[in-house]
């Protein structure tokens, strides 16, 4: 299957700062990147969805302003989380997708990123 | 809207025991359904995948069949193994409504030897 890497896969903070988390698609063109996170024993909730080189799509009740996506390239999305705090805390995924229509919908997913902020 | 349920967990197996995660979902259109299984302290991995009804996904001994008159997909395997210890999640994703995965609530899996 098709390979995305997430990068870093565990950062600690202190309250305030900002963090960025990239995800690639190693060996495919991801028109569309997904974010999700993941609260302990819970399923995934889809922050945003990404289109290269548009703005992200934002679910309801995710914070545009605290969760920063930039899908600049094929490859490449980032998510910055700014200002964060403690309740920031969480398993973050990435995904990519192909294509939307056939064998290309099909969201590959990163390792995720475990971010604590102190 | 779609959702997509999946029997509670967790299931504790013994090894060699067979496996059924029962799965169903509800969907205004024609959707993809897919497993996805996650270890401890990582992301997702594909496990399989139906696109049409009556397709049956298949991959490392693990099988599930795409019934549209049930509207399940419920995944099976044979005979587990302690390393399929993990959690499990039925999700599906609906090109009308831009792809979205809409996954599960998962279902932990602990085989012991």
């Known amino acids: 299957g098709a390979v995305v890497s997430q990068h870093p896969s565990r950062v600690i903070c202190k309250s305030g700062t900002s963090v960025k988390i990239e995800c690639r698609s190693l060996?495919?063109?991801?028109?569309?990147m997904f974010w999700y996170r993941q609260f302990p024993k819970q399923s995934l909730m889809l922050m945003a969805t990404?289109?290269?080189?548009?703005?992200?799509?934002?679910e309801q009740g995710v914070e545009k302003d605290k969760f920063l996506i930039n899908h600049a390239s094929l490859t490449l999305s980032t998510l910055t989380v700014t200002s964060a705090h403690p309740e920031d805390s969480s398993f973050y995924i990435c995904?990519?997708?192909?294509?939307?229509?056939?064998?290309?919908?099909?969201?590959?997913f990163g390792a995720g990123t475990r971010l604590s902020v102190l | 809207g779609n959702s997509v349920t999946q029997m509670e967990g967790p299931v504790t197996l013994s090894e060699e025991a067979f496996l059924t995660i029962n799965c169903t979902y509800t969907a205004t259109g024609y959707p993809s359904l897919f497993w996805y299984v996650q270890y401890p302290g990582e992301g997702l991995q594909l496990l399989l995948k139906?696109?049409?009804?009556?397709d049956k996904g298949s991959n490392k001994g693990f099988e599930a069949t795409y019934r549209k008159e049930t509207t399940s997909f419920h995944l099976e395997k044979g005979s587990v193994q302690v390393s399929d210890s993990a959690v499990y999640f039925c999700?599906?994703?609906?090109?009308?409504?831009?792809?979205?995965?809409?996954f599960g609530q998962g279902t932990e899996l602990s085989v012991k030897p």
């Open positions: 139906a696109t049409k009804a009556d």
């Open positions: 060996d495919f063109q991801a028109t569309t």
């Open positions: 990404s289109n290269e080189g548009s703005k992200a799509t934002y």
């Open positions: 995904s990519a997708r192909a294509g939307l229509l056939g064998a290309k919908n099909i969201q590959y």
């Open positions: 999700a599906l994703s609906d090109p009308h409504q831009g792809g979205k995965l809409i």
